[in-house]
């Protein structure tokens, strides 16, 4: 179905090939995901199987990439419409029109499906992503995973013969995750839909992949197997392989079941794991019957909270929850009713420098607060919104282990990178509470270790660290305190290791595999009793 030969591609002003020499062949029905480090040219592999790459972005393509049968080379991505379904990292940047129902017919009106047809696929297409109940909405006020869902949706109402998913799950809660994933894989075995999709978080798919391409650090080719095998040498580590390594297994368990079933068969028992005391400080944000209502939507319903410093808080819910609007509330960024206050000043009524320097928030798409032309006049002009002298944007973003060239235009980061100037920026206001939306969307595993790492230390600082995430081995690893939000409502609040691990959803895999006994993450198993 998807043949790669011998492809390579340079963009325009690159020191080096994005791709080189690639060769792979994915059969039809087969669900092949990508994996690599940030900024290995996974996305551009996605971007060429449409024709994206290198019709729009450009460079130079050498050797072929044929699906059913035609050349990327002389089909534009119009010409393979037909064929191949594209969704990409940002949702919204993707539709054209207003409202969900609007936006899933609009593919099918572009291919001349008749109007019957049309109206049954719709409604199909909506029961089959969940999301009937949002038929109406406008897709500005939808939440990230629900533009997410919507946009899946879009793609597979057209019933394309392949479909290409860039991070398909990481704005989706992990039931919703889990929803997506099993309708495309219904999708895959029952009508032998081609899938390839690239994903960070591979706890969610692995166990599902029939076949596994992987883009290594360092080389621009490609290495292409089933997923056991390929995981053994594979430079990006998720929770089983990791899990693994800790044992001294020689295979990665394709899934929690066999990796638990080969844990009760060797008699592998796990001493429970104590946390260590938490130096908490002195509330740094407190929240009391803090209320947020978009119409008569109630999007925070009376919520009251203390965040203290020196604690990372981990904040979770479906999508939908309440989660961004709780700490856009914080910020004072967001119309609220009921208490705020953090190190007791109230932010809403200040000025957004005033209120940054009490508060800062990285929202979910950190690429939203940048919008100068290089990454030198971004941490000038921080210098400049945090009255600090010149030099103390770019000094932070250097502790943060992101060196950046100054004539760098933010644009073309990475994810991570991004992230970290955008962290750079906010810290420079010198805020006594950050928070961080959905900071680990289109980080690997190695990046996220680093983060984690990133918030210890400001942590340590004193200050009081809140992180609203649908990655639970994120927040297993990087977290002490976790609340759950449910319908604007808090319904959990207590110790990561008692919350996470008491809940089938937002339990990390190592939980799962030793339940009931409360491991967080693989490096907890080095002390393991045979």
Same mark, same amino acid.
């Given at each position: 179905?998807?043949?790669?030969?011998?492809?390579?591609?340079?963009?325009?002003?690159?020191?080096?090939?994005?791709?080189?020499?690639?060769?792979?062949?994915?059969?039809?029905?087969?669900?092949?995901?990508?994996?690599?480090?940030?900024?290995?040219?996974?996305?551009?592999?996605?971007?060429?199987?449409?024709?994206?790459?290198?019709?729009?972005?450009?460079?130079?393509?050498?050797?072929?990439? #044929?699906?059913?049968?035609?050349? #990327?080379?002389?089909?534009?991505?119009?010409?393979?419409? !037909?064929?191949?379904?594209?969704?990409?990292?940002?949702?919204?940047?993707?539709?054209?029109?207003?409202?969900?129902?609007?936006?899933?017919?609009?593919?099918?009106?572009?291919?001349?499906?008749?109007?019957?047809?049309?109206?049954?696929?719709?409604?199909?297409?909506?029961?089959?992503?969940?999301?009937?109940?949002?038929?109406?909405? =406008?897709?500005?006020?939808?939440?990230?995973?629900?533009?997410? @869902?919507?946009?899946?949706?879009?793609?597979?109402?057209?019933?394309?013969?392949?479909?290409?998913?860039?991070?398909?799950?990481?704005?989706?809660?992990?039931?919703?995750?889990?929803?997506?994933?099993?309708?495309?894989?219904?999708?895959?075995?029952?009508?032998?839909?081609?899938?390839?999709?690239? /994903?960070?978080?591979? /706890?969610?798919?692995?166990?599902?992949?029939?076949?596994?391409?992987?883009?290594?650090?360092?080389?621009?080719?490609?290495?292409?197997? =089933?997923?056991?095998?390929?995981?053994?040498?594979?430079?990006?580590?998720?929770?089983?392989?990791?899990?693994?390594?800790?044992?001294?297994?020689?295979?990665?368990?394709?899934?929690?079941?066999?990796?638990?079933?080969?844990?009760?068969?060797?008699?592998?028992?796990?001493?429970?794991?104590?946390?260590?005391?938490?130096?908490?400080?002195?509330?740094?944000?407190?929240?009391?019957?803090?209320?947020?209502?978009?119409?008569?939507?109630?999007?925070?319903?009376?919520?009251?909270?203390?965040?203290?410093?020196? /604690?990372?808080?981990?904040?979770?819910?479906?999508?939908?929850?309440?989660?961004?609007?709780?700490?856009?509330?914080?910020?004072?960024?967001?119309?609220?009713?009921?208490?705020? /206050?953090?190190?007791?000043?109230?932010?809403?009524?200040?000025?957004?420098? @005033?209120?940054?320097?009490?508060?800062?928030?990285?929202?979910?798409?950190?690429?939203?607060?940048?919008?100068?032309?290089?990454?030198?006049?971004?941490?000038?002009?921080?210098?400049?919104?945090?009255?600090?002298?010149?030099?103390? #944007?770019?000094?932070?973003?250097?502790?943060?282990?992101?060196?950046?060239?100054?004539?760098?235009?933010?644009?073309?980061?990475?994810?991570?990178?991004?992230?970290?100037?955008?962290?750079?920026?906010?810290?420079?206001?010198?805020?006594?509470?950050?928070?961080? !939306?959905?900071?680990?969307?289109?980080?690997?595993?190695?990046?996220?270790?680093?983060?984690?790492?990133?918030?210890?230390?400001?942590?340590?600082?004193?200050?009081?660290?809140?992180?609203?995430?649908? !990655?639970?081995?994120?927040?297993?690893?990087?977290?002490?305190?976790?609340?759950?939000?449910?319908?604007?409502?808090?319904?959990?609040?207590?110790?990561?290791?008692?919350?996470?691990?008491?809940?089938?959803?937002?339990?990390?895999?190592?939980?799962?595999?030793?339940?009931?006994?409360?491991?967080?993450?693989?490096?907890?198993?080095? #002390?393991?009793?045979?």
């Amino acid at each position: 179905m998807i043949r790669f030969d011998d492809v390579s591609l340079t963009y325009a002003g690159a020191s080096g090939p994005a791709l080189a020499g690639v060769t792979f062949t994915i059969e039809e029905g087969d669900l092949a995901v990508v994996v690599g480090r940030t900024g290995t040219g996974k996305s551009t592999l996605l971007g060429a199987i449409n024709g994206h790459v290198p019709h729009f972005t450009g460079g130079v393509m050498a050797g072929e990439v #044929t699906v059913a049968g035609r050349s #990327t080379r002389t089909h534009r991505p119009r010409d393979l419409a !037909d064929v191949v379904g594209w969704v990409g990292q940002d949702p919204l940047a993707g539709f054209v029109t207003d409202t969900v129902e609007d936006e899933i017919a609009y593919g099918m009106e572009q291919l001349g499906t008749a109007p019957a047809a049309m109206r049954k696929r719709v409604e199909e297409t909506l029961d089959l992503m969940g999301i009937a109940d949002l038929r109406a909405r =406008p897709l500005a006020d939808l939440s990230g995973g629900q533009q997410q @869902r919507v946009a899946i949706a879009a793609v597979l109402a057209a019933q394309p013969r392949v479909v290409v998913l860039d991070e398909p799950t990481s704005a989706l809660d992990p039931t919703a995750a889990q929803d997506v994933l099993s309708a495309i894989t219904t999708l895959v075995h029952e009508v032998g839909l081609t899938v390839v999709l690239a /994903e960070h978080r591979l /706890e969610r798919v692995l166990h599902q992949a029939d076949t596994l391409v992987w883009l290594p650090s360092g080389r621009r080719d490609a290495i292409v197997g =089933p997923p056991a095998e390929i995981l053994l040498d594979c430079d990006v580590r998720p929770p089983l392989a990791q899990l693994a390594t800790a044992l001294g297994w020689h295979a990665v368990p394709a899934s929690v079941r066999d990796a638990r079933r080969r844990a009760q068969r060797e008699r592998i028992t796990v001493t429970a794991p104590t946390d260590a005391p938490i130096s908490r400080g002195p509330v740094r944000a407190r929240v009391s019957d803090l209320r947020v209502a978009y119409g008569s939507t109630v999007a925070v319903n009376s919520v009251s909270l203390d965040l203290h410093g020196g /604690e990372v808080t981990c904040l979770m819910g479906r999508n939908g929850a309440g989660k961004s609007s709780l700490l856009w509330a914080m910020q004072g960024a967001t119309a609220s009713t009921g208490g705020v /206050e953090i190190d007791g000043t109230d932010p809403r009524p200040l000025s957004a420098a @005033r209120a940054r320097a009490l508060v800062s928030l990285v929202p979910q798409t950190a690429a939203d607060l940048l919008y100068l032309p290089s990454v030198g006049a971004e941490l000038a002009q921080a210098d400049r919104e945090s009255s600090r002298p010149t030099g103390t #944007t770019a000094t932070l973003l250097s502790r943060l282990g992101a060196d950046l060239p100054v004539d760098a235009d933010p644009r073309d980061l990475s994810e991570g990178q991004r992230l970290g100037l955008v962290l750079a920026i906010q810290l420079a206001a010198g805020p006594g509470v950050l928070a961080l !939306d959905e900071p680990t969307r289109g980080l690997d595993y190695a990046m996220k270790d680093r983060l984690a790492q990133i918030l210890a230390d400001l942590a340590a600082q004193g200050r009081s660290i809140v992180v609203s995430t649908h !990655d639970v081995e994120f927040a297993a690893a990087a977290t002490q305190r976790t609340i759950v939000m449910a319908d604007g409502d808090v319904i959990a609040d207590g110790p990561t290791r008692e919350v996470c691990t008491s809940s089938p959803v937002f339990a990390p895999q190592a939980a799962k595999v030793f339940a009931p006994t409360p491991v967080l993450v693989a490096s907890e198993l080095f #002390t393991v009793a045979p």
